[in-house]
């Protein structure tokens, strides 16, 4: 079923798992939604769930992860801890490739969201394709100080959840109704205020970018807003509200696979939970 209705998927590095079991189980369910909106690990698994490719995500993820190719703390001082490159190269035949052609044939737009460095503020990448695919996906997922701000055709970007963790914002700007976004954090989690150790680290390694810096800074005080406009949105039926029952304890960078498949269905088995309301919700 293709519903008239925004998905909105957040960031979180490995807690995606949590995402792209939740994405699968949609797949499962043959549930689809005309826009598909994804921020850092959000965009991640939104390209591979408009593309149908049930798995990939958990797969590459369990079955990758301690390839060094694909993440290795040896890159650490190279600013490539994860080689986002890794997701879309041919590695043989077992390897799952990302699937173009079917994401090009998808009835949905996809919107991933990175962070401008020269504004400090949100862009977006609109059904992109090809090469310009790669970089707006490696643009949304690339963490600050973690990573290279990734060129792209709107300049240069890092992390969309610098100007934007929970992009609803975007659906509503693209004249949805109904919109079903997926957290990855839980519901009592808020952010604390950048110390002064990290505003410090902001302003030394963005000094050329003095507003990305500030957005970087500023991040936890729009974050939490977004949260309370979203309890808000949700308690008026406005949107629908995945989010995860108990708190994810997963590292940015988790090692431990067991943990990673564990929450990958935790992520299917809340979903199951969720779906007889969201499915009301959209078809209200």
């Known amino acids: 079923m293709l519903y008239n209705a925004a998905l909105v ?22 549930i689809e939604f005309r826009s598909v909106i994804g921020v850092s690990a ?39 801890i994860i080689n986002l490159d890794y997701l879309f190269e041919d590695h043989g035949y077992s390897w799952r490739n990302f699937d173009e052609q079917a994401y090009r044939r998808s009835a949905a737009h996809f919107t991933a969201v990175a962070t401008s460095l020269n504004t400090g503020k949100a862009v977006l990448f609109t059904d992109p394709t090809g090469e310009e695919l790669n970089q707006a996906l490696k643009a ?30 975007i659906a509503q700007q693209q004249g949805f109704d109904k919109i079903v976004v997926v957290r990855t954090r839980d519901a009592k989690y808020r952010k604390k205020p950048s110390s002064r150790a990290v505003k410090e680290l902001y302003h030394r390694f963005y000094k050329d970018y003095p507003q990305f810096a500030e957005a970087g800074i500023n991040r936890p005080l729009v974050y939490n807003r977004q949260i309370t406009e979203l309890n808000r949105l949700a308690n008026d039926g406005k949107i629908f509200d995945i989010v995860p029952k108990k708190p994810i ?3 940015r960078v988790e ?17 199951e939970e969720y779906l007889p309301q969201m499915v009301a919700y959209l078809e209200k």
Do not use: W
Request: glycine share 10%; proline share 3%.
């Open 140 to 169: 949304s997922s690339s963490m600050p100080f973690l990573s290279d701000p990734q060129e792209t055709s709107q300049g240069l970007c890092l992390d969309g959840g610098i100007a934007d963790s929970i992009p609803y914002d």
């Open 42 to 80: 959000g965009s991640l698994n939104g390209v591979n769930f408009v593309a149908k490719q049930y798995g990939r995500a958990a797969s590459i993820n369990i079955n990758y992860r301690h390839d060094r190719k694909y993440i290795s703390m040896a890159r650490v001082f190279k600013k490539k």
């Open 249 to 251: 304890k997963i590292k």
């Open 9 to 30: 998927l957040e960031g979180g590095a490995f807690r995606g798992q949590y995402t792209a079991g939740i994405a699968d189980t949609f797949l499962a369910h043959h």
């Open 255 to 271: 090692g431990n696979v067991r943990k990673i498949r564990k929450l990958y269905e935790r992520g299917k088995k809340e979903c």
